[in-house]
């Protein structure tokens, strides 16, 4: 070690004195000091300046040996570490071609220096400006860090330490802006003053770029994810492998009724999901792509979700190749367009409808395909027309779908005094259960009915009857079903009125 440094080195064993050596020669033969006796005492690593003993007051770095099983057996020391005056040669040789530059600070104001290494270049300045006194190191701080450099440096000092270290940014000669990560050996004098500071100062600036560049992707990829998360596009990386295997899919997979361990740990591969009415098609489009050499494809196609209900979903698929071109990963965004296509579902069959019925004057038929049409909407489960007798003074069941004879029974008329009856010629839609009487109660849930929707038929200002409808797994109608059904009716009662009117007259 003493030929290595060609620094004065001392080392002592647990139960016996040791070494010093110095300028390639053993002085002592039966060495310790304080420093070493307490290194061995305490297992720790010491660097400072002994108060007593041979190297009193200058600088010593003492670090401790261990035997296998963990226990301090010796101690090792190396004497004048970085010692402007020993020194000298090492620093030329070594310090000067390294990225950290030296310097002997004065513990004055701003820090005058009285040693800085030649590498100081690397800043734009120069030896003589800093040892002259024309630059004081204090000056070259960023005023917005100059406070926290002197406010940790009095920290370090006042708990008794031998060092700190601190980033912060200095201004080069041209006036550029640099980061500098600075590690200080603290310098005290026998009575324990502080008089200088020995400073390494390294360059940071590329490191911090690469940190806040990194920060900034690091943003970007919360907050892309953060989107994702809280978008309704579902996110895919899947293997150009049999049964579509995932690497990766977004957290709102849960919207799927799945979670993303079920498809990362390969327990649901994605190609099990699809309707199997429409494997085959996705993946000829899958294919047909890869082979014409596209990017990207968009398909549409049905899911199952882990409930087991069916979605229509919208796929928008990136291929990913390999250097020679083949394709080894899609990337997916997955949207549920079901409401899309239960809309343009919904415009079809009111086109149709209107088709047929203004091909028909016959009231029966007229009734049953406006029902059959409107069942045709995925959860509606049953349907009731009923139409005002004003002879009677009630309102009438006149045709219906997907109900039981126990329950047609119970609601094959409303007197025109009774809640329901009153309810629908107040002439606005109703969608909730609340629509029946609490005699109805029991026979409403033995029905199973879950949700109903009840829309008055309204023709040149009077309630003429309602189209109802009831589902037994849906909780409630949605907004786009409510639409369809009170568009429906404006639609249906242009046709059926006209008809009531002919017969009664």
């Known amino acids: 070690m003493h030929s290595l440094v060609g620094l004065p080195t001392t080392i002592r064993s647990l139960n016996r004195n040791g070494l010093r050596l110095e300028k390639g020669k053993i002085l002592d033969r039966d060495y310790t000091g304080p420093v070493l006796e307490e290194v061995l005492r305490t297992g720790k690593t010491i660097r400072g300046v002994p108060k ?32 402007v005056l020993e020194m ?19 513990n004055e104001e701003k820090w005058p220096s009285e040693f800085v290494s030649e590498n100081v270049v690397r800043f734009g300045y120069t030896i003589e400006d800093f040892i002259s006194g024309r630059v004081l190191y204090g000056d070259i701080i960023h005023p917005d860090d100059l406070k926290r450099v002197k406010d940790s440096l009095e920290d370090h000092i006042r708990r008794g330490d031998v060092d700190f270290n601190i980033e912060y940014r200095i201004f080069t000669k041209v006036g550029d802006l640099h980061w500098v990560n600075e590690r200080t050996f603290i310098q005290r004098n026998p009575d324990g003053e502080v008089t200088h500071l020995q400073g390494l100062v390294l360059d940071i600036t590329e490191r911090k770029k690469s ?18 998360n809280n978008s309704q596009a579902v996110a895919f990386l899947w293997e150009n492998k049999e049964n579509l295997p995932t690497i990766y899919v ?19 591969p994605y190609k099990s999901i699809i309707h199997r009415d429409d494997i085959d098609s996705v993946i000829e489009i899958l294919n047909r792509n890869i082979t014409e050499g596209q990017d990207s494809f968009d398909v549409e196609y049905r899911i199952f979700t882990g409930d087991g209900k069916m979605l229509w979903v919208d796929e928008k698929a990136f291929i990913q190749r390999d250097n020679d071109g083949k394709a080894t990963h899609f990337q997916g965004l997955v949207v549920d367009i079901t409401e899309r296509k239960e809309a343009q579902k919904m415009l079809e069959i009111q086109r149709k409808l209107g088709t047929e019925l203004s091909s028909t004057w016959n009231f029966q ?8 049409s409107c069942l045709q909407i995925h959860g509606l489960d049953a349907g009731f027309i009923y139409l005002k007798d004003e002879l009677l003074d009630q309102i009438n069941l006149v045709a219906d779908r997907g109900i039981s004879p126990e329950f047609r029974e119970k609601v094959s008329r409303y007197k025109a005094d009774s809640l329901e009856a009153r309810q629908i010629l107040i002439g606005k839609p109703i969608y909730s259960l609340e629509f029946y009487s609490d005699t109805m109660v029991d026979a409403v849930k033995k029905e199973g009915i ?4 009840i829309i008055p038929l309204k023709y040149r200002g009077e309630i003429v009857g309602s189209l109802n409808f009831a589902s037994s797994t849906l909780d409630k109608i949605p907004w786009s079903i409510r ?19 002919q017969a009664e007259l």
């Open 52 to 83: 007593e003993g041979t190297y009193l007051g200058r600088n010593v770095a003492v670090s401790p040996i261990f035997s296998e099983d963990g226990k301090v057996i010796a101690a090792i020391g190396i004497v004048d570490l970085l010692s």
């Open 88 to 106: 000298q040669e090492i620093i030329r040789t070594v310090v000067n071609n390294s990225h950290a530059v030296v310097f002997l600070w004065k």
């Open 211 to 228: 940190e806040e560049a990194l920060r900034k992707s690091l943003e970007t990829q919360k907050m892309l994810r953060t989107i994702i």
């Open 250 to 268: 977004s957290e709102n997979v849960t919207q799927f009724g799945y979670k993303v361990e079920d498809f990362t740990s390969g327990k649901i």
């Open 365 to 372: 038929t007229m009734l049953n395909l406006v029902l059959d």
């Open 450 to 453: 879950k949700a109903i929707a």
């Open 483 to 501: 639409t369809f059904l009170e568009s429906t009716a404006l639609q249906v009662v242009n046709y059926v009125a006209p008809v009531c009117v």
